[in-house]
Structures are given as structure tokens and as C-alpha cells.
């Protein structure tokens, strides 16, 4: 009879040491504090205006870059996070180019890594993000 207390005694204490340990581990998970959400808004575009092809000096009938600005249909100037351009000569195969914007200045400049030929440009697509 001693013998089945003494067992009894020992599993109830390592179902209780078990126990706190397991609450020990669980306690050190915690995670800070942080936001989440969904909503929705109407996505309105932008438009490219003061569009200008630049040509290469030495090559006249190539195209180096584009510039342009973007803004809304009010006409304000707007700012981007990301622009990217690119040419087409039937609107199925672009030549992309990432975009710049100079410090103070409303002017995108995008620089295409070849020089395209200026006469069988037909297409110009620009992206751009906030």
C-alpha cells in the first residue's frame, strides 16, 4: 500500500512539474502589439502629360528615354513611388525602363538600357505606384 502512495505521490508531482513547464513555455510567447486592416478606395489613375522623347545625339532616329509628368484630372501635380515606362511598336512587345525624378522637380526621367529607333515607336506605357 505504501508503495502504490509513493507512486501516486511521484506521478502527481510530475503531472504538476509538467505542468508549470508547459505554462512557462506558453507564457514566453507573446507577441507586440500591431495593426492589421482591410478597406477599399477608388483607384483614379494618373495621367501622363508634358510627354518628351529623348533622342540620342549622335543618332537622331533613336530614342534614349522618355520624360514626362503625372497628374490627376484636376490637373495637380502628383508624386509616385515607383514609375516605370516603356515603348512598343505594336503594343504587344515593350521595352521597359525604370523611371527617375529628380529633387524638386515634377519631371520623370526614364532612361531605356538600348537606344530604340524612334519610327516604329506607336506605343508608350507608363505604370506607377504610390
Known amino acids: 500500500m505504501r508503495q502504490k502512495k509513493a507512486r501516486l505521490f511521484f506521478l502527481t508531482a510530475l503531472l504538476v512539474l509538467l505542468a508549470v513547464l508547459a505554462y512557462g513555455f506558453a507564457a514566453q510567447n507573446t507577441v507586440p502589439a500591431s495593426y492589421?486592416?482591410?478597406?477599399?478606395a477608388a483607384v483614379s489613375g494618373y495621367h501622363v502629360v508634358n510627354v518628351h522623347y529623348v533622342l540620342d545625339t549622335t543618332t537622331?532616329?533613336?530614342?534614349t528615354g522618355v520624360q514626362f509628368e503625372l497628374q490627376d484630372a484636376n490637373g495637380n501635380?502628383?508624386?509616385a513611388q515607383s514609375v516605370y515606362?516603356?515603348?512598343?511598336a505594336n503594343g504587344s512587345s515593350w521595352?521597359?525602363?525604370a523611371c527617375q525624378q529628380p529633387a524638386n522637380?515634377?519631371?520623370?526621367?526614364?532612361?531605356f538600357g538600348t537606344p530604340?529607333?524612334?519610327q516604329p515607336i506607336a506605343y508608350l506605357r507608363v505604370a506607377a505606384s504610390q
Open 36 to 40: 492589421a486592416g482591410d478597406g477599399q
Open 60 to 63: 537622331p532616329s533613336q530614342v
Open 77 to 79: 501635380t502628383l508624386t
Open 85 to 88: 515606362a516603356a515603348v512598343s
Open 95 to 97: 521595352t521597359w525602363a
Open 105 to 111: 522637380s515634377t519631371v520623370w526621367n526614364c532612361t
Open 116 to 118: 530604340q529607333a524612334v
